[in-house]
């Protein structure tokens, strides 16, 4: 079972301590709170207490799912596309980068995820140094086109791959990257206007 981390806070200037969560009631200076399982709700209020949970993975899953997004916004492969390579239904590498999702990659898919981002194993696993920590489980954060430096970094490898190598717009770009949302819209033309590394 995936573990949640849960931040409580009452609207008013009284604050309740994170704590961990599995699911269960929670009781705090008389306040009552039930927060359901996942998927359901990643927050909502009760008795005027809001409630957030945070979900966590294993470090080494975290870091597949960030390098498989990272590649596959790179080589223009959208979520939908990966998904139907790896014979999944369409929503399931959507769902798998979620933030409200405990899903992830299965080690024993990992192969074909490398072969349908035109990889090696060796290419999508951390290298031989990489800390793998204690065993304790991190918060899901994923890679998002909605952080500036997460743009950066997609834009940068686009560069490396080639994308750049002709004269590319910004309605190009934002084409390549499967956006459709206003908050990565403005993130994009932000970045671009402040990029100095562009197709010549």
């Not at 981002?117 to 696993?125: E, F, G, H, N, P």
Request: proline share 5%; glycine share 4%.
């Amino acid at each position: 079972m995936a573990s949640f981390s849960v931040k409580h806070q009452i609207i008013s200037r009284q604050t309740i301590a994170c704590m961990s969560f599995d699911g269960a009631n929670i009781n705090s200076d008389n306040q009552k709170c039930r927060l359901f399982r996942p998927p359901v709700f990643n927050s909502f209020s009760q008795d005027g207490l809001i409630c957030h949970y945070m979900v966590k993975i294993t470090p080494l899953s975290l870091y597949i799912i960030n390098r498989a997004k990272l590649r596959r916004l790179i080589i223009d492969l959208s979520s939908k596309a990966l998904s139907r390579i790896l014979e999944h239904v369409e929503s399931c590498v959507t769902t798998i980068e979620s933030l409200n999702r405990a899903a992830q990659y299965p080690p024993h898919e990992y192969p074909g995820l490398a072969a349908a981002l035109d990889w090696t194993i060796k290419d999508l696993l951390p290298p031989d140094d990489w800390d793998v920590g204690d065993g304790t489980k991190v918060e899901k954060k994923v890679l998002s086109l909605s952080n500036p430096d997460d743009m950066r970094l997609v834009l940068n490898g686009m560069i490396d791959h080639g994308f750049f190598n002709e004269p590319k717009s910004l309605a190009d770009t934002a084409k390549h990257l499967y956006i459709d949302g206003k908050e990565e819209e403005k993130v994009l033309e932000d970045v671009w206007g402040n990029w100095s590394i562009r197709a010549k």
